[in-house]
């Protein structure tokens, strides 16, 4: 679907997953990423973008899907390709979804991480934003639609410029290790999205990568180096396949067959994607208690503890602020919810 910044801005439920630039002051930025903002404006069109929440998607206006083939080169059945960007609200939304998806399917497909470049910088004024402090309450919106604990105040307190800068310290990541990127990525939106720690300063990205085991010293010369090639080299497959807007999702099978799926949808999309490829996939079980689910993934949202156990909503904030009470489990609290982890790994 298509949508004009106008008509995004006057929809009454719209937010915004924007950005954030690299301080020219920050610690490890470099010319480099600031030629890449300026090569990837000129070859990319990428626009500002504005989330709409009822279509779950952070769309770019410009561009339009193309029938591309993507080839599936992976051991297993199913290869995903997944379209996001660290300050994607919508991609944020989707969280208790892809994780249940691991869960029940993680064994029959591979799946591959590119960074959307979701917006280069603020050098532009469309549709009444400006400025950071415009898109404030767009976000707050968003974590009422989705669910899922988002502060829109960062965006008064310490706004960011950029989403290049921790888009790019997330393929210095996977240089690493890819699990551990994943985990680095998961642990860049907590900090946007309920501290409201600005990532694009690098000192939060470093404290980002140290409590995920990265290298922090090989982070930043990847950063600085390998990094920026491989962001390149993602824009430039978003822009192949026209890419229009995050979260953006590719399910292909060794057959050449695939399932394209535009913003945030129920659990059932997805699963239904991955089954039209393969029949054969089969479901994993695996047990829904508290430290089954906590063993799996550290933190979770009170949504993404209902996605994963089956219980209803509510009686899962119930037993989430019961184990807290009782320490098991830490409890962080923003003004549009709160994110339980478990102790020992805060610890």
């Avoid at 950071?132 to 502060?151: F, G, R, T």
């Avoid at 824009?235 to 099978?253: D, H, M």
């Avoid at 209902?306 to 184990?323: D, F, H, M, V, W």
Wanted: hydrophobic content about 35%; glycine content about 6%.
């Amino acid at each position: 679907m298509h949508y004009n910044l106008v008509q995004m801005i006057q929809t009454k439920i719209t937010t915004i997953a924007l950005l954030f630039i690299l301080n020219s002051n920050c610690t490890g930025q470099t010319s480099n990423i600031q030629k890449t903002s300026k090569m990837t404006k000129e070859t990319t069109n990428i626009n500002p973008l504005l989330c709409d929440p009822e279509a779950g998607f952070c769309g770019l206006p410009d561009n339009s899907p193309t029938d591309k083939s993507i080839e599936n080169t992976a051991d297993k059945s199913i290869k995903i390709i997944y379209f996001t960007d660290p300050i994607c609200s919508s991609c944020w939304g989707i969280e208790p979804q892809l994780r249940k998806l691991k869960l029940e399917y993680g064994t029959n497909y591979e799946i591959e991480y590119r960074m959307g470049g979701l917006l280069p910088d603020w050098s532009y004024n469309s549709g009444g934003i400006s400025k950071p402090s415009d898109v404030a309450h767009h976000w707050d919106e968003a974590s009422l639609y989705y669910d899922m604990p988002i502060d829109g105040d960062i965006w008064i307190e310490d706004p960011l410029h950029s989403s290049y800068p921790p888009s790019i310290a997330f393929k210095a990541a996977e240089i690493q290790n890819h699990k551990k990127a994943l985990l680095f990525l998961r642990e860049l939106k907590e900090m946007v999205f309920m501290r409201k720690l600005n990532i694009t300063k690098w000192e939060n990205i470093a404290a980002a990568a140290e409590k995920t085991g990265l290298n922090v010293n090989q982070l930043k010369t990847d950063y600085e180096g390998k990094a920026q090639i491989l962001f390149e080299q993602d824009l430039k497959l978003a822009k192949e396949l026209g890419v229009r807007g995050f979260p953006t999702i590719f399910f292909s099978n060794n057959n050449g067959e695939k399932e394209i799926i535009y913003g945030s949808k129920p659990y059932a999309f997805y699963e239904t994607a991955l089954l039209k490829l393969d029949p054969t996939a089969q479901k994993a079980e695996y047990n829904k208690n508290w430290e089954t689910v906590f063993s799996k993934y550290n933190s979770l949202t009170a949504k993404e503890f209902a996605e994963l156990t089956g219980n209803p909503r509510k009686e899962s904030e119930r037993i989430l602020n019961q184990l807290a009470d009782n320490g098991s489990l830490r409890k962080i609290t923003t003004k549009n919810g709160s994110l339980w982890t478990l102790i020992k790994a805060a610890q």
